[in-house]
């Protein structure tokens, strides 16, 4: 149990080192004549922090990649997009942006515009066309757990948060984690407004910019039949995973092995 805390809660030490030091390493580790290795950005979802993608920074950052995983607001669609877009701004170079769950729909806004990412990756996340949200892509297919019974309400000086109840948490969100980890996970799980579930989402990037998409076939979150969908309409390289909905963490080399291929 006390391992597994470390590792959990060394992730912000992981990823501030991937930000500050990454950029040389990337120039240490780039064959002659390549260029530099693309910087790759990774976005949390709801009901997790940037520590979920640990395993994914960690290889990463040993194959000599820059990796920033900033933290994600999770207040609303357009105001968690326009931080994030605020965060591309200071990062020069090509950018290969890899989302979570949640963090699907913001890089499909926030990299709208910005010419220096070349390539989204999502990994069991919504891709949504303009004017779709998050309610009617999850519930336009069966199989979906997570619904009003499954989440404590709390409400906020600006509205209300939604959690997953500690009973169902691993079943819904990650049954494929061991339970000592998911029982942290649930314990430090970050709730989002419960209002970006109806808040439309604007122009999408995926219809400029290269798409590859990491399906989780036992995800009980995000339907794995919507994820196809959308890896379709978004002409996603697509790759399938027997995951749960946090394939990151279950099948980490697998989506390590997807964001190579995008920023190849």
Known sequence: METTRRTLLAGSTVVAT??????PAAQAHTPPGHGPKPTVVLVHGAFADASGWNDVAARLLRDGYPVIAPANPLRGVASDSAYLASILATLGGPLVLAAHSYGGILVTNAATGNA??????????FVPDQGETLLGLQTAYLGSRLNETALDFRPYGGGVDGYIKKEVFRDVFAGDVPRATTDLMWASQ?????????????????RTIPSWYLVARNDNVLPAAA?????RRARAHTVE????????????????????????
Do not use: C
């Open 18 to 23: 991937g930000a500050v030091l990454g950029a």
């Open 241 to 264: 995973v027997a995951a749960s909905h946090v394939a990151m963490i279950a099948q980490p080399a697998v989506a390590v092995e997807l964001i190579k291929r995008a920023a190849g």
């Open 190 to 206: 970050r709730p989002s407004d419960v209002r970006t579930l109806q808040e439309p989402s604007g122009a999408p990037a995926w």
């Open 227 to 231: 994820q196809r969908f959308m890896a």
């Open 116 to 125: 220096n990412v070349k390539a989204l990756v999502y990994v069991a996340a």
